[in-house]
């Protein structure tokens, strides 16, 4: 739905005013902010409901402001940079955000892009607090669906949106293999190479915080050439 708010953090005064053009044309509030510093006094005040990120910016690296906005939201993020390198879009991803798109852009493109963003995540929001207040549980693992905190051994972690979204379809769907289609058709929506490349290292990251060994994962683990299985029963309790 429109009326969504979207941060733009990027010190370039042109594509800030560019791309607000464009999202107010959609319907949706924006704020711009030219520095680090002004963006996380932003996410505590405006609670922006999608980010876009640029990689340079002059107070702060944008990949570690991408780590701090990870503890304070799960807000999409979306990185924007004309930084292009396969390995740059792996280092964005790693350290918490969900997309990014190379510079120069097509504001339609991002505009798109945003919407999709923004669908996937209400849909997954709606399907899992259908049951208010439930919880999945596994073992040493939970996932509180009502606050969104997931407990692993009693201790609670911080997960990105789109890694809350992957561990609980994953879990509602324990046991079963998942295809790399199937999980990229639920939770972000699209299906290319490049995006197959994404969800890899979404999974990657998300192993890395429930897995005792991520090099050797005995709940999230890989069946060769189709996809994933989260491979411990699950329930709702």
Not at 6 to 27: A, F, H, S, T
Not at 191 to 203: A, P, S
Request: glycine share 6%.
């Amino acid at each position: 739905m429109a009326g969504e708010m979207i941060l733009i953090v990027d010190d370039e005064m042109e594509i800030g005013g560019l791309l607000g053009m464009y999202l107010q044309k959609e319907g949706y509030r924006y704020h711009v902010s030219m520095n680090g510093a002004q963006a996380l006094q932003f996410v505590e005040e405006l609670e922006p409901d999608l980010i876009v990120l640029d990689v340079f910016l002059p107070d702060l690296d944008g990949y570690e402001l991408c780590r701090q906005l990870r503890t304070m939201t799960t807000a999409p993020i979306m990185f924007l940079s004309c930084r292009d390198t396969e390995l740059d879009k792996v280092v964005g991803l790693s350290v918490g955000g969900d997309d990014y798109l190379s510079k120069p852009f097509s504001p339609p493109e991002l505009v798109a892009r945003i919407k999709a963003h923004l669908r996937r995540s209400q849909m997954q929001l709606h399907r899992l607090t259908v049951k208010s207040k439930s919880i999945l549980s596994s073992k040493s693992l939970q996932v509180h669906l009502d606050s969104h905190e997931v407990y692993v051994d009693g201790e609670k972690i911080e997960l990105s949106a789109k890694e809350y979204q992957l561990l609980s379809y994953f879990m509602l769907n324990s046991k079963q293999v998942l295809s790399f289609d199937q999980l990229l058709l639920n939770i972000w929506g699209m299906e290319n190479e490049v995006e197959t490349k994404t969800l890899q290292v979404h999974v990657g990251n998300l192993r890395k915080k429930i897995e005792k060994d991520p090099a050797k994962p005995q709940r999230l683990v890989t069946v060769r050439g189709t996809g994933y299985k989260f491979n411990e029963a699950a329930r709702t309790i």
